[in-house]
């Protein structure tokens, strides 16, 4: 069985993004400040990217990130079709025409991008994509320039043909919908934790969710990686 604490962080997934701007610094949230956008990629994040503990994870205490805020048009934050191997199900943006949801927008450099891709799994967990023709209306200072996002090859998690949106299904309940699925007769905590120790059991998780899940396709999702 895996550790507690590895289950724990698992089912805590996405790990409590704040609804607002921030400036992560310093290992931490501390409030929005102008800058300057050159150079940078402005990034939809549709889960754990919009985390101050997830950037911590990713760039260490020492990056800075400046985190914008906003609505986008036609787009929705649900869980993708797969677990991962830090045992959660994660997100992914879904095309739906006439929803509005909030987002946050990371602009990270050159090499901050390099590395979410690989965190990202580019080309095997997800597609880079830009956006084009989405609206998008911030909540606060944010500086125009072409937005991009992460969009799950696998397909959002739709259970009986319904996508599961971020802010009305927890992340234990996701869990539940892989788990029924894949047939699963044990407890949660057993099945994060197969998830965790046993790399053939997630494969067959994951077989089992893409079974349930839904293609993310439109136009207006330009792939670049």
């Not at 309940?173 to 099945?191: K, P, R, Y």
Request: with cysteine; proline share 9%.
């Amino acid at each position: 069985m895996a550790p507690p604490d590895r289950i724990a962080h698992a089912l805590r997934y996405p790990f409590d993004p704040p609804h607002r701007a921030y400036r992560f610094r310093s290992g931490g949230l501390h409030p929005p400040e102008p800058f300057d956008p050159t150079g940078l990629h402005a990034v939809v994040a549709s889960g754990s990217n919009g985390s101050p503990d997830r950037l911590q994870q990713k760039f260490g205490d020492a990056a800075e990130v400046p985190v914008t805020y906003g609505i986008i048009d036609d787009l929705v934050p649900v869980f993708a079709a797969r677990v991962t191997g830090y045992g959660s199900v994660p997100a992914t943006l879904a095309v739906v025409a006439g929803a509005r949801a909030g987002v946050h927008v990371t602009w990270l450099t050159d090499a901050q991008l390099e590395i979410m891709h690989q965190t990202e799994s580019v080309g095997t967990g997800y597609a880079y994509c830009a956006l084009e023709g989405f609206g998008f209306t911030p909540r606060g200072a944010h500086p125009q320039g072409p937005l991009h996002a992460y969009i799950s090859l696998h397909g959002a998690l739709a259970p009986a043909g319904r996508l599961l949106p971020m802010t009305s299904v927890s992340q234990t309940e996701a869990q539940q919908h892989v788990m029924n699925s894949f047939g699963f007769a044990g407890t949660l905590s057993e099945f994060v934790s197969m998830n965790l120790d046993d790399p053939d059991h997630r494969l067959r998780a994951n077989d089992a969710a893409s079974r349930v899940g839904q293609a993310i396709d439109d136009p207006r999702l330009i792939r670049i990686a």
